[in-house]
Nanobody, 115 residues
């Protein structure tokens, strides 16, 4: 099973940007759909963006127009470019296969947006 390791989180002010990276231990070419999820304390983990092996993308309404998911087959890495960040984007961000039961959860990376 491919292991996924997230990085790139941090503290940013409202309106700022961050780029998250998800490095895979093996090839991501054969994975049908990869996604970025996020979770805040007391809430269920939610899928915010996904990308298929054909390059198609989908976004949650809450991030549409602000976040962009992309991938590098050569680097076996999936990215999440986050712009115009809001305090409500504060969460731990995870990457995983979609649907998530097909993969496993990593440590995630914390994103904190200050107001």
């Amino acid at each position: 099973q491919v292991q996924l390791v997230e990085s790139g989180g941090g503290l940013v002010q409202t309106g700022g940007s961050l780029r998250l990276s998800c490095a895979a231990s093996g090839s991501i070419f054969s994975i049908a759909v990869l996604g970025w999820y996020r979770q805040t304390p007391g809430k269920q983990r939610e899928l915010v963006a996904s990308i298929s092996n054909g390059g198609g993308t989908n976004y949650a309404d809450s991030v549409k127009g602000r976040f962009t998911i992309s991938r590098s087959i050569v680097k076996n890495t999936v990215y999440l470019q986050m712009n115009s960040l809001k305090p409500e984007d504060t969460a731990v961000y995870y990457c995983n296969i979609v649907p998530s039961y097909l993969g496993s959860w990593g440590q995630g990376t914390q994103v904190t947006v200050s107001s």
